[in-house]
């Protein structure tokens, strides 16, 4: 019975990462951009939720549709005025473009910091569990891995099933043949970079309730959303879903037999073996091709 | 892709380095009947140690501005300039490094927590200027051959101290020990796991953790599974937390549950809500007590921040009190008096007369327990000094 508590556990915190790093990959399979704003852009999201909640008193979850718009708007500010203007061809491109997003974290880091303090804030929200059994559900666990699978499953069917979803994905498969096919590139890099701020945005308001954020959390959050669509295959949408299970089922698993320190090594010790064995991730949507 | 992986290791770490270049921060100097005693330090303003770091500036910043309305040392204002070291103790020791050389500032105050102290503890004794370390509480500091370095707060090995004989009279045995992955915790885990050994208590569930842990669910099972009737959290303040959050959510609740570092900011209970009721922690300084000046120290300090000090902001507070005093009887800028000066101790401050031995490490700090009741945190022990009862069951509720 404990191994089925450490696997729901592993399944619900699957939830929750999936919902964080699908938009690095909407990103990604777009715009060729590895977004490394993305776990700021989730931690300030996060922060900003605690504000709305203890100044004006909004319940969290009115919040996202507040916290979504907004960052929309500013995801595509930010790709119009900045991202727009980088040359994305080649090795300079790519390091350019990485660099913009570390300084938009920095950017964004340092504004959350005057706005609300450097300190970790959480919200006592959705703290307690659903029993079935023998079996606990951690509700806040619970209501992200469902807002996670609800929000990917619009996502992906919006990208394979709608005429402004498929544009967006047949920008990302090739840019110029979009582009022959009369389809605007550039309005599809701003719609995802946009999205995908919005999606960053959204994760944060429901990561706060589970675990104390604070504005410099960003930086591991990346590395983790990183780590979830790399084993995934990058820019791979069903991929991610196996990545997220691995994640979250191995941390649940190993933090209860070898302890917190290997929980947090995990991320990182996946990454290496990710790079050095499969480079291209375990790419569901190639297996089923 | 493996191209793609290599970019982004390459600016992974140009990331780092530009989060290690900290912006600085510094109090005007002022002028007074010579030039200013030029005291210099980093604090973790930013990172995981930030929530207790900056109570302690806080205190150090208002003790500084106390003296000087009232005439400075020795006829001459005192400046306090400081770094943010991020909670990072290599920048810590760059940040030493830099006012000792370009800033050459008079004094070092230290930086918050043993282990970014630990770091830096051998620039003061290289450059033989005087350190007054209100954020380290780890004894090894303050051993030969460090001989410029003088703490103001308690043993890392005496924190919640009081908790598992109090455990033992209540006919608790199950142990658990959570502790986090630094200096400070794991001095403290050390010395209650040895406690609770020559108590004759089980230790059922023992883990040491890094951060940032994204959801401490499997440790709250562990401890659940283990039947721990005692939690000692060896933590600082996101994990202490996090530790919280996740016992409710597997819904355990043992009969006693104490945190070292963390629960007094006023932050944690706005977190946590009803279930920081019951929780236990360890403080060396109280608002309540008797100790010279703390009474206005508690007032002007809600005035000017508008929060209450907590014992961290007492031992920055205190920190300048200790240096200010021990220049003003050495009668000059001279290290070597200074520090003799010092170590005849018998320095009056608000956590109480401090005294120490030769190699700076603070005699006789006392620490007290506290505990969320209803909403409130209220000093519990020692009994003669307890403003309620020690609340057994945790309620968490």
Same mark, same amino acid.
């Given at each position: 019975?404990?191994?089925?508590?450490?696997?729901?556990?592993?399944?619900?915190?699957?939830?929750?990462?999936?919902?964080?790093?699908?938009?690095?990959?909407?990103?990604?399979?777009?715009?060729?951009?590895?977004?490394?704003?993305?776990?700021?852009?989730?931690?300030?999201?996060?922060?900003?939720?605690?504000?709305?909640?203890?100044?004006?008193?909004?319940?969290?979850?009115?919040?996202?549709?507040?916290?979504?718009?907004?960052?929309?708007?500013?995801?595509?500010?930010?790709?119009?005025?900045?991202?727009?203007?980088?040359?994305?061809?080649?090795?300079?491109?790519?390091?350019?473009?990485?660099?913009?997003?570390?300084?938009?974290?920095?950017?964004?880091?340092?504004?959350?910091?005057?706005?609300?303090?450097?300190?970790?804030?959480?919200?006592?929200?959705?703290?307690?569990?659903?029993?079935?059994?023998?079996?606990?559900?951690?509700?806040?666990?619970?209501?992200? *891995?469902?807002?996670?699978?609800?929000?990917?499953?619009?996502?992906?069917?919006?990208?394979?099933?709608?005429?402004?979803?498929?544009?967006?994905?047949?920008?990302?498969?090739?840019?110029?043949?979009?582009?022959?096919?009369?389809?605007?590139?550039?309005?599809?890099?701003?719609?995802?970079?946009?999205?995908?701020?919005?999606?960053?945005?959204?994760?944060?308001?429901?990561?706060?309730?589970?675990?104390?954020?604070?504005?410099?959390?960003?930086?591991?959050?990346?590395?983790?959303?990183?780590?979830?669509?790399?084993?995934?295959?990058? *820019?791979?949408?069903?991929?991610?879903?196996?990545?997220?299970?691995?994640?979250?089922?191995?941390?649940?698993?190993?933090?209860?037999?070898?302890?917190?320190?290997?929980?947090?090594?995990?991320?990182?010790?996946?990454?290496?073996?990710?790079?050095?064995?499969?480079?291209?991730?375990?790419?569901?949507?190639?297996?089923?091709? | 892709?493996?191209?793609?992986?290599?970019?982004?290791?390459?600016?992974?770490?140009?990331?780092?380095?530009?989060?290690?270049?900290?912006?600085?921060?510094?109090?005007?100097?002022?002028?007074?009947?010579?030039?200013?005693?030029?005291?210099?330090?980093?604090?973790?303003?930013?990172?995981?140690?930030?929530?207790?770091?900056?109570?302690?500036?806080?205190?150090?910043?208002?003790?500084?501005?106390?003296? &000087?309305?009232?005439?400075?040392? !020795?006829?001459?204002?005192?400046?306090?300039?400081?770094?943010?070291?991020?909670?990072?103790?290599?920048?810590?020791?760059?940040?030493?490094?830099?006012?000792?050389?370009?800033?050459?500032? &008079?004094?070092? $105050?230290?930086?918050?927590?043993?282990?970014?102290?630990?770091?830096?503890?051998?620039?003061?004794?290289?450059?033989?200027?005087?350190?007054?370390?209100?954020?380290?509480?780890?004894?090894?500091?303050?051993?030969?051959?460090?001989?410029?370095?003088?703490?103001?707060?308690?043993?890392?090995?005496?924190?919640?101290?009081?908790?598992?004989?109090?455990?033992?009279?209540?006919?608790?045995?199950?142990?658990?020990?959570?502790?986090?992955?630094?200096?400070?915790?794991?001095?403290?885990?050390?010395?209650?796991?040895?406690?609770?050994?020559?108590?004759?208590?089980?230790?059922?569930?023992?883990?040491?953790?890094?951060?940032?842990?994204?959801?401490?669910?499997?440790?709250? !099972?562990?401890?659940?599974?283990?039947?721990?009737?005692?939690?000692?959290?060896?933590?600082?303040?996101?994990?202490?937390?996090?530790?919280?959050?996740?016992?409710?959510?597997?819904?355990?609740?043992?009969?006693?549950?104490?945190?070292?570092?963390?629960?007094?900011?006023?932050?944690?209970?706005?977190?946590?809500?009803?279930?920081?009721?019951?929780?236990?922690?360890?403080?060396?300084?109280?608002?309540?007590?008797?100790?010279?000046?703390?009474?206005?120290?508690?007032?002007?300090?809600?005035?000017?921040?508008?929060?209450?000090?907590?014992?961290?902001?007492?031992?920055?507070?205190?920190?300048?009190?200790? !240096?200010?005093?021990?220049?003003?009887?050495?009668?000059?800028?001279?290290?070597?008096?200074?520090?003799?000066?010092? $170590?005849?101790?018998?320095?009056?401050?608000?956590?109480?007369?401090?005294?120490?031995?030769?190699?700076?490490?603070?005699?006789?700090?006392?620490?007290? !327990?506290?505990?969320?009741?209803?909403?409130?945190?209220?000093?519990?022990?020692?009994?003669?000094?307890?403003?309620?009862?020690?609340?057994?069951?945790?309620?968490?509720?």
């Amino acid at each position: 019975m404990l191994i089925l508590q450490l696997l729901v556990n592993g399944v619900l915190l699957a939830g929750m990462y999936l919902l964080m790093a699908q938009s690095l990959n909407l990103i990604f399979g777009v715009m060729r951009i590895v977004n490394f704003a993305q776990g700021t852009m989730i931690a300030v999201a996060g922060l900003f939720t605690v504000w709305l909640a203890t100044r004006i008193g909004l319940n969290p979850f009115l919040a996202i549709p507040i916290v979504f718009v907004a960052m929309f708007w500013i995801g595509a500010i930010v790709e119009r005025l900045l991202l727009r203007r980088i040359t994305l061809r080649g090795t300079q491109g790519e390091l350019m473009t990485l660099m913009v997003t570390f300084g938009i974290s920095f950017v964004l880091i340092n504004v959350a910091l005057k706005a609300w303090g450097s300190e970790y804030v959480s919200l006592p929200y959705l703290q307690s569990s659903w029993r079935l059994g023998p079996i606990e559900f951690a509700k806040s666990l619970v209501i992200a *891995g469902a807002f996670g699978t609800v929000l990917s499953a619009a996502l992906f069917s919006w990208l394979n099933f709608t005429g402004s979803g498929k544009a967006l994905l047949a920008t990302s498969q090739s840019r110029i043949g979009a582009g022959t096919c009369g389809i605007d590139a550039g309005r599809m890099s701003t719609l995802a970079f946009a999205l995908g701020s919005a999606l960053a945005a959204a994760a944060g308001t429901v990561l706060v309730l589970v675990t104390p954020l604070g504005p410099q959390s960003g930086n591991d959050l990346t590395i983790l959303c990183f780590v979830v669509i790399a084993l995934g295959g990058l *820019g791979d949408y069903l991929g991610a879903i196996l990545g997220a299970l691995v994640v979250g089922v191995a941390q649940s698993v190993l933090g209860f037999y070898l302890g917190g320190n290997v929980q947090v090594l995990l991320p990182y010790i996946l990454l290496i073996l990710i790079m050095l064995f499969i480079p291209r991730g375990l790419s569901l949507s190639r297996l089923a091709r | 892709m493996r191209r793609r992986f290599g970019a982004l290791a390459l600016a992974a770490v140009a990331g780092l380095v530009f989060a290690a270049c900290g912006g600085t921060a510094a109090q005007p100097s002022g002028t007074g009947g010579g030039p200013p005693i030029a005291l210099g330090g980093s604090i973790s303003e930013t990172g995981n140690l930030s929530a207790d770091a900056t109570y302690e500036l806080q205190g150090i910043q208002l003790a500084v501005e106390q003296i &000087n309305s009232k005439g400075g040392v !020795l006829g001459r204002r005192l400046t306090f300039k400081y770094y943010d070291d991020k909670s990072d103790a290599g920048t810590a020791v760059r940040l030493y490094q830099r006012l000792i050389t370009q800033d050459k500032v &008079n004094f070092l $105050l230290g930086p918050y927590s043993s282990g970014i102290t630990q770091a830096m503890a051998s620039i003061p004794n290289k450059y033989q200027v005087v350190s007054v370390d209100a954020g380290a509480s780890l004894p090894t500091i303050f051993k030969a051959p460090n001989k410029y370095n003088f703490s103001d707060v308690a043993s890392s090995e005496t924190y919640i101290e009081q908790v598992l004989p109090i455990a033992k009279q209540h006919g608790l045995n199950k142990v658990a020990l959570l502790v986090f992955n630094s200096a400070f915790s794991l001095a403290c885990g050390a010395a209650r796991k040895q406690q609770a050994q020559q108590l004759g208590m089980n230790i059922v569930y023992e883990n040491t953790y890094s951060l940032p842990v994204p959801d401490f669910s499997s440790q709250a !099972l562990g401890i659940k599974n283990a039947g721990a009737e005692v939690i000692i959290g060896c933590t600082y303040y996101p994990d202490a937390i996090g530790i919280a959050q996740a016992l409710n959510r597997v819904g355990y609740k043992p009969t006693m549950f104490a945190e070292t570092v963390g629960p007094p900011e006023a932050g944690f209970v706005k977190t946590l809500g009803p279930i920081a009721n019951g929780i236990i922690t360890n403080t060396q300084w109280w608002p309540s007590l008797h100790t010279p000046g703390n009474s206005q120290f508690v007032s002007s300090f809600k005035s000017k921040y508008g929060i209450d000090p907590d014992y961290h902001a007492a031992s920055g507070y205190a920190a300048v009190q200790i !240096l200010a005093e021990g220049i003003r009887r050495a009668g000059a800028i001279d290290q070597n008096k200074v520090r003799a000066a010092l $170590l005849k101790g018998n320095i009056p401050t608000v956590q109480g007369t401090w005294n120490c031995d030769q190699y700076g490490l603070p005699v006789g700090i006392k620490n007290y !327990l506290a505990q969320y009741q209803g909403g409130v945190m209220k000093l519990v022990y020692p009994e003669n000094v307890a403003e309620a009862p020690i609340q057994i069951p945790y309620t968490g509720a």
